[in-house]
């Protein structure tokens, strides 16, 4: 059953017109010097590698950039990408409700590895993020799950005119289990989406900001999609 509590550490948050032009900016900023223009699975080309190598921690667990949403996963999201940055440090914020907290700091380090990515589209001020950890059990990932869900729906209820999240939809998909949430700007019109992720011992959070269409729905495939790229 899903509730508005906060998560038990407070948590800033960030405006999200603000949250999504530092993004956007950054991002463009790596495309530009040719960090990473696309990613997609299976490609080795010198233009599609990720921005930072792999951890040794990372190889070590075969988790990494791989695990991530790819340039494929989003074309049936009404969604045409431009480019991506890829960091294997778990040091981006984690969603525009948690505003600075990161991954690190959530998992206080103890996570095996870290991955994370900002894709820009071809669309103005949207911008996707995702942060994902491998942990050691299957125990760990759904108790930081719990957190990371706790700490979405404390943005359920906000004051008149603010950015809000909706009601959550609960999502299994073969390879794990989820939590999608449409976003609503202070008008209530759409404006993206954020979900919670798990695949066995490896958990996340991506969200979405900008509106690919009137149908918040396209969260549950961008959902599914992400915990497919999660699984072992």
């Not at 463009?28 to 040794?56: E, F, N, Q």
């Not at 921690?57 to 969604?79: M, V």
């Not at 505003?99 to 700091?105: F, L, N, Q």
């Not at 900001?209 to 549950?220: H, I």
Request: charged content about 15%; hydrophobic content about 40%.
């Amino acid at each position: 059953m899903f509730d508005n509590r906060a998560v038990g550490r407070t948590f800033s948050r960030r405006g999200r017109t603000a949250q999504v032009a530092a993004s956007v900016g950054a991002a463009l900023i790596a495309v530009g010097i040719g960090a990473l223009p696309a990613a997609a699975a299976g490609d080795t080309s010198s233009a599609s590698r990720p921005a930072t190598a792999p951890s040794a921690a990372a190889a070590r667990s075969g988790f990494g950039s791989g695990n991530l949403l790819q340039r494929e996963d989003f074309f049936q999201q009404g969604l045409s990408p431009v480019g991506a940055t890829v960091h294997t440090t778990g040091n981006q914020a984690l969603s525009a409700c948690s505003g600075e907290e990161t991954m690190r700091a959530l998992t206080q380090g103890k996570a095996g590895a870290y991955a994370d990515v900002t894709w820009t589209f071809d669309t103005h001020d949207t911008v996707l993020t995702e942060s994902v950890a491998n942990t050691s059990t299957n125990t760990s990932a759904a108790s930081y799950e719990k957190r990371l869900d706790r700490l979405v729906r404390s943005c359920q209820d906000e004051p008149a005119g603010h950015w809000y999240y909706g009601k959550g939809h609960l999502i299994t998909v073969r390879a794990g289990e989820g939590s999608w949430y449409p976003a609503f700007s202070g008008d209530g019109q759409v404006a993206g989406g954020v979900a919670v992720i798990r695949s066995g011992h490896r958990f996340g959070v991506v969200e979405l900001s900008g509106q690919p269409s009137d149908d918040p729905g396209y969260m549950e495939g961008i959902a599914a999609a992400a915990i497919n790229r999660l699984a072992d």
